[in-house]
């Protein structure tokens, strides 16, 4: 049973399994077109490269399984999160096979963007909903008050624990399950966009301009990309996003680090949030 590993792999154990699996991937090519009996040696070269890859599975397993489940719980229970999970692992397992180690970097950075579209793309293939007409008015006053909430100072924001709370306090016309059902049904069919927790967006939207990755192929500067921002927050910081987004190991365990800094699962998701606008600034100046 696949299952998340106890213990992270270092980037260059990552790197070092990356080349058994490209080394078996190339194997596979050039005996393709062949009925040839594997040697000793060619045999092992296969061997080695599937467990590669089911280690580096399992060295992500937990970030496939946070991706379906956050959009599953973005989107409604009416989406099997089964489902949802095996399109997750199976993206997964795409990146594993596609990641290349010459690159010298985190699997993570890769893997993210292929778990989120795959996802994605699974749901926005069951929805393709319209919008009920009487719905419209409700949908406006949601997203005019999502719109405030844009425009608002960090200092400003801070005041709200969240987006959804600042839309609860200034949609008075609806009840909070009216705007929860509303949000679900009529939000924009899920992309890298997608909130994190209630609208703040997800770790792609703050570090690439959408309009410019469209395709796995054009990221290569990506994990660039991310590493500069992510060497620009403090240690605490980094141990924050580490938690959230599983790109790279924490320097603590969860529970360690919410001892030491005496904080609640609630305050930490809150201190994520506050990285994760750190980062958006970091990132534009970066830019």
Not at 56 to 80: P, Q
């Amino acid at each position: 049973m696949l299952k998340q590993r106890e213990v992270r792999l270092t980037k260059d154990e990552e790197v070092a399994l990356g080349y058994k699996i490209k080394a078996m991937q190339e194997l596979k090519s050039k005996i393709e077109s062949k009925s040839t009996i594997l040697t000793a040696q060619e045999r092992q070269i296969m061997t080695e490269g599937e467990k590669a890859v089911e280690t580096i599975v399992s060295n992500y397993y937990n970030l496939a399984r946070n991706i379906a489940h956050k959009h599953h719980k973005k989107t409604g229970t009416r989406y099997s999160i089964e489902d949802l999970l095996q399109d997750a692992i199976s993206a997964l397992v795409e990146a594993a096979f596609n990641y290349d180690p010459d690159k010298n970097c985190y699997l993570g950075t890769y893997a993210y963007y292929g778990i989120t579209k795959r996802v994605s793309t699974t749901i926005n293939f069951q929805r393709l909903v319209r919008m009920p007409e009487n719905k419209m008015g409700e949908y406006i006053l949601i997203s005019n008050a999502q719109k405030i909430y844009n425009e608002l100072t960090e200092a400003e924001k801070d005041e709200y624990d969240n987006e959804l709370e600042f839309i609860y306090e200034n949609v008075d016309d609806l009840k909070k399950e009216e705007v929860d059902l509303i949000l679900t049904n009529m939000q924009p069919q899920v992309s890298l966009n997608s909130p994190i927790f209630d609208g703040d967006g997800e770790l792609m939207d703050i570090l690439v301009d959408e309009n410019s990755v469209s395709e796995i192929d054009n990221i290569d500067n990506l994990d660039i990309k991310i590493t500069n921002v992510i060497d620009k927050l403090s240690q605490y910081e980094k141990d924050l996003i580490a938690f959230e987004y599983g790109l790279y190991p924490a320097s603590m365990d969860y529970s360690e680090f919410k001892k030491k800094y005496d904080l609640t699962d609630r305050k930490v998701k809150a201190e994520i949030k506050k990285a994760e606008r750190k980062m958006k600034k970091i990132a534009e100046k970066v830019a």
